[in-house]
């Protein structure tokens, strides 16, 4: 029986639009957060090129960031596992992400603009994991992929707004260190929605989505009588199943060498094409189109996956990935740009929100956080020699090597992922995707 049920004082209802709230504030948190990032990242490449990074340097400092990152996700879903103290290592990691602006627009070398990804980095890292399992504690489990489609949705909004208002400012006058600044006005407000207005939920929802509601006064397995976590619970093994998603999402993000050699792409193709009115000035419109299509799609591929089956709908993004990427390699006109990108938004806006909601129907629930640090971490990992890779074929080939690299490994992941997670019983399936009764644990 749901929660909304078991509670006949209307508890339930209470809890049901606390979850709400939850989620829509870390979706604000998430929105603001990507305008200041969004009003940077699509700068990022042709700043570090102008201070004399070549291609294979800033496929170290994308891969280096990411590797940052997924140390410090690590450390903070053990961490939030073990404590349950999600509210303030989300708030710090969104602090320390605050606090590496100045870096960024005070930076004189590549090396210095290293420096700020690395902070940067750190603070997703740390805020992360414990924010999406917030998330999936403040949703019931047949809407994770809705309530993960919101949180991507705000997020992704705000990477609209972001390269909007940057091409406002250089088109203004003003030059990227002074953008670099006004950025961190979103980014705080970022850190003040959560102070504000986010609430803890841990051990609420985990305690609904368990595979069954223990008799009445019992004390649930794996807790002690406080309702602690206890070592055996803190140590549930992984499924089967998460640990082949890991493989699979290993294999996947070796050729995903970052968006920054999109941009490098983008950049190429508009000084070959010498349009007098497409210029470099406009990546920031191109970098909005894929933003915008992801937002756009975030939430109904989420409400699709709910629907049709969370891992249907993951294995269907690899091959988009695979076409996009292939479709870069092979673009010969910067007219055709204009639907690159969207094309990249579409495959972001039917993955991102959905691996996650798909992650958070395989993973334990008393190792949440755990799980999705992992998870994070695994991609983080893979993204720092997909970066010197993605950098070295470029250089020592061409930038089609590149792209048709990543095409080829999103489509062995894609393969893997068909042959071995998507082959299961329906019967199977269904508790997970559509039941009340929670999470399953497959081995």
Not at 55 to 70: K, M, Q, Y
Not at 264 to 287: C, H, N, Q
Not at 310 to 325: N, P, S, V, W
């Amino acid at each position: 029986m749901s929660e909304r049920t078991t509670n006949g004082d209307g508890s339930g209802t209470a809890g049901e639009r606390l979850g709400r709230r939850t989620i829509f504030a870390l979706g604000w948190v998430s929105f603001f957060m990507d305008v200041s990032s969004e009003m940077i990242y699509p700068l990022l490449p042709v700043f570090l090129s102008s201070l004399g990074a070549g291609t294979v340097a800033i496929g170290f400092v994308a891969g280096l960031s990411e590797g940052t990152a997924s140390l410090f996700r690590v450390i903070s879903g053990v961490i939030s596992d073990r404590f349950r103290k999600r509210k303030s290592a989300i708030l710090l990691g969104y602090g320390l992400s605050v606090l590496a602006r100045p870096i960024l627009a005070l930076s004189a070398a590549w090396g210095h603009v290293l420096a700020f990804r690395l902070v940067d980095r750190a603070g997703k890292g740390i805020r992360t994991p414990p924010r999406d399992a917030l998330i999936a504690e403040a949703s019931p489990p047949d809407r994770y992929g809705r309530s993960f489609g919101i949180q991507r949705a705000m997020d992704t909004a705000g990477a609209v707004i972001g390269p909007l208002l940057a091409t406002a400012i250089l088109a203004g006058g003003l030059g990227y260190r002074s953008l670099f600044w006004i950025a961190m006005i979103p980014a705080a407000a970022a850190v003040a929605t959560i102070h504000v207005f986010v609430r803890e939920h841990a051990g609420r929802r985990a305690a609904a989505a368990g595979p069954a509601l223990p008799p009445e006064g019992a004390v649930p397995a794996g807790r002690s009588a406080d309702g602690a976590l206890e070592g055996g619970a803190a140590r549930t093994p992984l499924s089967r199943e998460m640990k082949l998603y890991l493989a699979v999402t290993a294999i996947f993000y070796l050729g995903n060498s970052s968006s920054f050699f999109l941009i490098l792409r983008a950049k190429e193709i508009i000084t070959e094409a010498r349009s007098p009115w497409f210029t470099v000035s406009l990546i920031p419109i191109l970098y909005l189109t894929m933003n915008l299509s992801s937002a756009l799609l975030s939430y109904p591929a989420g409400k699709l996956a709910d629907r049709a089956g969370k891992d249907r709908i993951a294995f269907l993004g690899y091959f988009l990935f695979a076409a996009a990427y292939a479709a870069f390699a092979l673009a010969g006109s910067a007219a055709a740009l204009w639907l690159l990108f969207p094309l990249q938004g579409v495959y972001l806006g039917f993955t991102e929100g959905v691996g996650t909601a798909y992650l958070a129907t395989i993973v334990p629930q008393e190792r949440r956080a755990t799980g999705f640090a992992l998870y994070h971490t695994v991609i983080g990992l893979a993204l720092l020699p997909a970066g010197l890779l993605g950098g070295w074929l470029w250089r020592r080939f061409s930038p089609e090597a590149t792209f048709l690299a990543g095409s080829a490994f999103a489509l062995a992941a894609g393969a893997l992922f068909g042959a071995f997670l998507l082959r299961r019983r329906p019967a199977a399936r269904r508790p997970a995707d559509g039941g009340t009764h929670g999470i399953e644990t497959r081995r």
